[in-house]
């Protein structure tokens, strides 16, 4: 069955592919990116030769996950033209290595809105439609780095991605009575170069410190553990077909979380107990039909 989906963050890399991957597939595809008119003109440029050249219906729309302007006005758009929304994909994220301690406030702040704050804003634009329909799917975009075992100098990314996935769950006993899904998607470790392109703390000179001082070495050895976890850097493209299979999962057999070739950092195991004492837990406070969404009729 064809949905109206809207993907974040989906000017490249994961998010570029997953529109893709469900637009072929026969589903109206929202490309959310911010600044169409200006940096990112030439993704728009591209949204529109992959729409032409394939004859599918994928669209970019303007969308600054950091306004809740921004978020209200494409969410209200996708409503206005097809009288629902389907899917939501949070899909934006920014990626940021270096000692925590050099991270300032402010730029923590800053990783945080656009990590988890964003997906309040879309959340709050999108659900009254999605609760009104009696159904919907919210798909989050996780790391193993929320879970598995706390790699050096990726604390401030990590944090990020561990709040992200408590909201998610949150979300997910919450919104199963209204008929609306969660899935968790967990994809393995980026590779190398992911962490080298990535931010940067701006007090560099406390980073120095950590550079010159006993753990001048930490860097690089953590780079090298992360390579051997990840041989090879993650191919946007297998997650994408993970996050379309989720999509064409019939409803109420979505799983509430999928590990994508999990590396040996633990995350897996450790979110498979957690996410069982989670269930253990709603079924001893009465609330055992919230693990599974409900039928509106």
Not at 28 to 54: C, D, I, K, W
Not at 160 to 184: F, H, M, P, V
Not at 212 to 229: C, F, M, N
Request: glycine share 8%; aromatic share 4%.
């Amino acid at each position: 069955m064809r949905k109206i989906i809207i993907v974040t963050g989906a000017a490249n890399g994961i998010g570029a592919r997953t529109c893709k991957a469900l637009a072929l597939a026969g589903h109206a595809v929202y490309v959310a990116m911010r600044e169409t008119g200006s940096r990112n003109a030439h993704r728009l440029q591209e949204v529109e030769e992959f729409t032409r050249q394939h004859d599918v219906e994928m669209r970019a729309i303007e969308l600054d996950v950091s306004s809740e302007d921004s978020a209200d006005s494409a969410i209200e758009a996708i409503i206005s033209e097809h009288g629902r929304l389907d899917v939501v994909v949070h899909n934006a994220a920014q990626i940021v290595y270096g000692p925590t301690e050099a991270f300032t406030a402010e730029q923590l702040a800053e990783l945080y809105d656009v990590n988890i704050l964003s997906t309040q804003r879309v959340n709050r634009a999108a659900l009254p439609q999605l609760r009104k329909q009696g159904q919907g799917l919210l798909i989050w975009i996780s790391s193993s780095s929320a879970r598995g075992s706390s790699v050096p100098f990726l604390g401030a990314y990590a944090s990020s991605k561990a709040a992200l996935d408590a909201l998610a769950l949150g979300y997910a006993a919450e919104l199963a009575r209204w008929g609306i899904e969660t899935t968790i998607i967990v994809p393995r470790a980026l590779g190398r170069s992911h962490y080298i392109r990535s931010g940067r703390p701006r007090d560099t000179a406390r980073a120095e410190e950590y550079a010159d001082g006993p753990t001048a070495d930490v860097s690089e050895i953590a780079l090298e553990g992360l390579a051997d976890l990840s041989p090879q850097d993650s191919d946007p493209q297998e997650v994408a077909n993970s996050i379309l299979k989720v999509v064409e999962t019939p409803f109420g057999r979505r799983p509430l979380r999928l590990h994508f070739d999990p590396d040996d950092d633990g995350a897996a195991i450790v979110d498979g107990v957690a996410d069982r004492i989670r269930a253990e837990l709603l079924r001893r406070i009465g609330l055992a039909d919230l693990l599974k969404p409900a039928v509106i009729k």
